[in-house]
């Protein structure tokens, strides 16, 4: 994209209110994975790119968009994708290169606010509350995430998509409604005006089995769900109906705290056709092992426990875990344990349709004060 068009905006960033209550950003940088290796080789500029793993089986870590304009996509089985495109260039994981290229961007983040007001989601994902600059007028949210973009494009040679809005939710959504490069404001007051022409799965954390059951009551935008009668909700859904109404109504005060460890680090993905074979599956948990472990070295920390989820074609989830007496941030340590709860699940040759894995019990490794022999 030329660098010229970098600040095109979403329909709301006419308004350029000053005083918003907050004013929160999430910042996406778009297809992460394979923009690094192309911003570094110039030959992989405008070429269908994938990250994934060596073998046959592996399945898609990121794809470019380049190759997304053949159906390319991320948790692609690796021989799917190439099938849809046989000229696909592969290109392996490189874990030091994305955290060194997340760390760049994070040191950005912080240029803006305060380190504690920073929540990274994922090396490529995080929330911002830059109130304190927009509250007083001395700024505006379009005036902010502009710089932000600007200093990620110039200085890491990456480019975002970015949501403001007074939630985190609204940000969120709004930043995934422009890809890539997009900047969208939503301004107080407009959230439920924005959100109502959706459709309900860019809700987060919507299940694909919630979804289904939200289609088949007749609703399949955000506004029918928000407008929907709130009893009938919660009769059919629990109390998480209420909680899915006031979302698809922009009604979300979840603050942005970065002061706090996460207590636990998790990916996961859903695969495009369940998955019995014992080689794609950990494959996948190969992958899935690189992730979190490299935002568990990002966030200097390390972890006790490995855990494995596995979601059955009956939706019927099954996970188990494997505890270590001493923690650690070593990615073959932590791909021995999960492949060891794998096992554990007794799932053999079942198909699996999601499959996960989470650290737990995270723990600031203690300075050395002194090397001993086996150091």
Do not use: C
Not at 223 to 231: I, K
């Amino acid at each position: 994209m030329d660098h010229k068009e970098l600040w095109q905006t979403g329909r709301h960033d006419m308004a350029r209110p000053e005083n918003w209550p907050r004013t929160i950003l999430h910042v996406d940088l778009d297809a992460f994975y394979t923009s690094v290796h192309q911003r570094d080789d110039p030959k992989l500029r405008g070429v269908p790119v994938v990250v994934a793993g060596r073998s046959r089986r592996a399945v898609v870590m990121g794809s470019s968009y380049e190759a997304r304009a053949y159906g390319v996509r991320s948790a692609m089985p690796l021989h799917e994708a190439v099938q849809l495109y046989p000229q696909l260039t592969v290109i392996a994981p490189d874990s030091a290169r994305y955290r060194d290229a997340s760390r760049l961007v994070h040191q950005i983040f912080r240029r803006f606010t305060s380190p504690e007001l920073v929540e990274g989601i994922a090396l490529d994902e995080a929330y911002l509350d830059v109130t304190a600059r927009t509250r007083h007028g001395t700024s505006t949210a379009d005036e902010v995430a502009r710089r932000i973009k600007f200093q990620i494009h110039t200085e890491v040679g990456l480019t975002a998509s970015v949501g403001a809005a007074t939630s985190k939710l609204v940000a969120k959504v709004a930043s995934g409604t422009r890809k890539p490069d997009g900047l969208v404001l939503v301004p107080p007051g407009t959230e439920a005006d924005f959100l109502a022409p959706l459709p309900i799965g860019v809700i987060p954390g919507l299940g694909p089995k919630t979804e289904d059951r939200l289609h088949s009551m007749g609703l399949r935008t955000v506004g029918a769900l928000a407008a929907y009668e709130t009893q009938r909700l919660v009769q059919v859904l629990g109390t998480n109906g209420a909680v899915l109404q006031r979302l698809a109504q922009g009604r979300d005060r979840q603050p942005v705290d970065g002061s706090r460890p996460a207590k636990t680090i998790s990916a996961e993905t859903t695969f495009d056709n369940d998955v019995s074979d014992r080689v794609m599956l950990e494959e996948a948990l190969r992958d899935l092992t690189d992730r979190v472990t490299e935002r568990l070295r990002t966030d200097g920390v390390r972890a006790r426990t490995v855990y494995v989820k596995l979601k059955l074609p009956d939706f019927r989830l099954v996970s188990r875990q494997v505890s270590r007496t001493s923690p650690t941030d070593d990615v073959e340590t932590i791909f021995r344990a999960a492949r060891s709860a794998l096992e554990k699940s007794h799932v053999e040759s079942r198909p699996v349709r999601l499959i996960g894995v989470g650290l737990s019990g995270l723990e600031h490794p203690e300075p050395d004060l002194q090397l001993t022999l086996f150091d």
